[in-house]
């Protein structure tokens, strides 16, 4: 049986949703319902986003909408799915559903799945929906574990090769894969799951891509399944403007554990350091001082402190 442990942080409530964008317009998210016989329940077939909006001087900005937009297109592209909606469409929905909710800041999900028009694995005759909702969403996996540093295990899930599942889109038939790595996380105590590939590699978090540090050259963890993040991207490209020395690299779980620091990145995450790997203390078995100073400027950048990287931005008014 699943024992969730209790020092999980809690999800975001879907509870505080208020108001969603579905079907072209904004209504009460009780009212937006679907049928009991949508396709993509029956069957994975939806793919979704995951962004921010932070508060900033000039109040909400969505950090890196349009990066965000156009993965949503292409993970519908890779399913084959044809959106019902344009890039356009999909941000005027994401902003005018930020307002409806006078939202500061929030995490934001733009989804877009099949319908009920037809049972079976064929999806040809069913209608692509498509809605939007945004809700507070706090530190992804706690406070506690950004400021002390989160504990990761090795999964005894592996992540699908690229043949198997499409990697690169975020359908959510994919994230069967991380919901069971994280549950068995949690369930032993860990704060989060390493996932890696069949022959060892690292490949990511179950929702985060993995860098580390040694003798001061940052390494993103590269592999070939891995989402393409925009949070990692975001931080290599804050680091080039550092001139932090950057070695993109594969990595095996051992060169992880021996790594003077290790941090995970991702929309809900942000920059979150690691403390442990399987039990083994990453140096000291703290946050580290790169992982952290990292975190700060990440913060920094999402909530428009740092104009040079203020491009990011989309204000929300
Ligand atoms: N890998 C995976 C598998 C992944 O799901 C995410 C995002 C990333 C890497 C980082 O990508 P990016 O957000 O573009 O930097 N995970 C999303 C889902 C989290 C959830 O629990 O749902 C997210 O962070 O929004």
Not at 149 to 172: E, F, H, Q
Request: net charge negative; proline share 5%.
């Amino acid at each position: 049986m699943h024992v969730q442990s209790e020092s999980a942080p809690k999800n975001s409530s879907a509870l505080d949703a208020g108001y969603v964008w579905f079907d072209g317009k904004l209504v009460p998210h009780q009212e937006a319902t679907v049928s009991v016989l949508t396709h993509a329940l029956h069957y994975g077939t939806s793919v979704f986003e995951g962004i921010r909006a932070y508060e900033t001087d000039r109040g909400a900005a969505v950090f890196r909408l349009k990066e965000h937009t156009r993965r949503l297109l292409d993970s519908a592209k890779i399913m084959g799915m044809t959106p019902p909606v344009t890039s356009e469409q999909i941000d005027h929905a994401i902003l005018e559903t930020i307002r409806r909710n006078n939202r500061l800041s929030c995490y934001i999900r733009p989804l877009l799945w099949y319908g009920p028009e037809s049972l079976g694995v064929n999806p040809r005759d069913n209608r692509v929906f498509f809605m939007v909702a945004t809700m507070p969403w706090g530190v992804y996996l706690g406070e506690e574990a950004v400021r002390k540093g989160a504990a990761l295990m090795t999964s005894s899930w592996r992540r699908s090769p690229g043949d198997i599942m499409p990697t690169k889109s975020k359908a959510g038939g994919n994230y069967v894969n991380s919901v069971l790595a994280n549950q068995e996380a949690r369930d032993n105590g860990f704060d989060e799951a390493l996932l890696l590939d069949r022959e060892g590699y690292v490949a990511e978090g179950s929702g985060e891509n993995i860098f580390m540090y040694q003798d001061g050259v940052l390494m993103p963890i590269v592999h070939s399944v891995n989402l393409r993040g925009i949070t990692r991207d975001a931080v290599i490209q804050i680091a080039k403007s550092m001139d932090i020395p950057i070695e993109v690299t594969m990595a095996t779980r051992d060169e992880l554990y021996t790594a003077d620091e290790v941090f995970m990145v991702g929309t809900a995450a942000e920059v979150t350091p690691i403390a442990s790997i399987d039990r083994r203390p990453i140096s000291s078995g703290v946050a580290g001082p790169f992982s952290l100073k990292m975190r700060e400027i990440y913060l920094d950048v999402v909530s428009g402190r740092v104009p040079e990287f203020e491009h990011w931005l989309t204000y929300v008014h």
